[in-house]
């Protein structure tokens, strides 16, 4: 069945392929999408090698949001109740890869209202209810992720769904992780890969090679690190899962940027952009924007590096992931640093202290620290870079990230 219509968005277009007969779908693109074109793309940088790396569309939003709302409206009064709630789980997934989280949470919030009212369907409450925590957990809303991750948890426990447990163990793990409390976000892995032994899942058990590689990276162990990674790129690449390659890609590179090894790292972030554009995956593409502007900045190209950061804020901002807002405002303070703007260097790290503060990410704010003791050092103010200096060591030596605490013990005696 083919649509035909330029203005349905590509999602749209492949629901009503797969949920509405041709009639159903010509009514709905007749009824309900009677609107002009949409507006034009992002604007394109000109005349540069890697303009394409920059051509995101994110004007699409309006619109993808709005057809969203007005085929759920449609297919309530189409779709009997059990290929309904399959439509929503499919909406609600794919609008979490393309960054759409605002309608994501919608149709979640949806979900776990309508099957609340039917006990046979609790264990779609308790996926909804995963997914909510997903989702604020994307956007560093912590206590609301584990809120709802609890409740889960507890219907998941009810209904004697190892896997689903093993789900919020997981994610639980990764929200530790991404605060930077890592001996928690280990237990809760720890617990995945034990529910896991009487319960096999590749695909859970792939997402714990990762978390863990991620752990070991910041840890220095960088060959466990890549062991980990490989492992799991092998098994995700069997099954074409985009998204996940996406992510080992974007891990890997992140391990060969510590590792000083730039060009290995830039051709990693390359195929991971390569693939989350492929599929419009919007969180992975913000991550690597930033991944690569700080690569560029170690490379000394601050031209480079402030247009993949601004980019990156770009994308961020729509996500709202605030974690990664609060990363690109630390490269924008290294990249006026190298520039010798020691007092807008200072005004960015200082805002990306404030904001890792506030979302309670001790990592962040430890490599925060780090880059404010590197800066208060060339402005001779010995006093504030040796107070930055040993905050953030005090959080290395407790995660045993080796590296980084001899890297700064030694600046702590010049």
């Not at 590689?213 to 960088?222: M, T, V």
């Not at 690190?225 to 996406?246: C, D, P, W």
């Not at 510590?258 to 195929?271: G, R, T, V, Y």
Request: aromatic share 10%.
């Amino acid at each position: 069945m083919s649509i035909n219509n330029p203005n349905t968005d590509p999602l749209i277009e492949e629901v009503l392929e797969n949920f509405f007969t041709e009639v159903e779908a010509e009514e709905f693109n007749k009824s309900y999408l009677a609107e002009g074109p949409a507006s034009d793309l992002v604007e394109k940088l000109d005349d540069h090698s890697l303009k394409k790396q920059f051509d995101v569309d994110l004007e699409k939003g309006l619109k993808h949001r709005a057809q969203v709302d007005l085929l759920i409206t449609f297919a309530e009064n189409k779709l009997d109740q059990e290929k309904f709630i399959n439509l929503l789980l499919y909406l609600g997934q794919s609008t979490i890869t393309g960054g759409e989280f605002a309608t994501s949470l919608d149709i979640y919030e949806k979900l776990a209202h309508y099957s609340e009212k039917y006990p046979e369907m609790n264990n779609i409450a308790a996926n909804a209810y995963l997914r909510m925590g997903e989702i604020y957990s994307r956007q560093a809303q912590w206590d609301l992720s584990i809120s709802y991750l609890g409740k889960a948890d507890v219907i998941f426990k009810d209904e004697n769904d190892a896997k689903g447990n093993a789900e919020c163990e997981n994610l639980m793990g990764t929200i530790f992780g991404d605060k930077g409390e890592l001996d928690r976000a280990v237990e809760h892995f720890e617990k995945t890969l034990k529910i896991l032994e009487d319960n096999p899942d590749s695909a859970l058990q792939g997402k714990i090679e990762i978390n863990l590689g991620i752990i070991n990276n910041i840890q220095s162990k960088y060959d466990e690190a890549l062991s980990y990674f490989r492992r799991a790129l092998i098994n995700f690449e069997k099954v074409e899962n985009i998204q996940r390659i996406t992510e080992i890609r974007q891990d890997m590179g992140m391990v060969y940027t510590k590792k000083k090894d730039f060009p290995s790292a830039i051709s990693e972030f390359d195929l991971a952009l390569q693939a989350a554009m492929s599929v419009n995956y919007l969180p992975s593409v913000a991550i690597i924007f930033l991944s690569k502007s700080f690569v560029y900045t170690r490379l000394n190209d601050y031209d480079l590096a402030e247009a993949f950061a601004e980019k990156a804020m770009e994308v961020a901002y729509k996500l709202n992931d605030k974690l990664t807002i609060a990363e690109v405002y630390k490269i924008k303070g290294i990249i006026q640093r190298n520039k010798e703007n020691y007092s807008t260097a200072e005004n960015y790290l200082l805002t990306s202290l404030r904001l890792n503060d506030e979302l309670g990410n001790q990592l962040n704010h430890a490599e925060t620290s780090y880059e404010l003791g590197v800066l208060y050092n060339l402005t001779d103010d010995r006093e504030k870079s040796g107070k930055y200096f040993t905050d953030a060591l005090e959080y290395y030596r407790k995660i045993n990230a080796d590296e980084e605490v001899n890297v700064i013990e030694e600046l702590l005696k010049e």
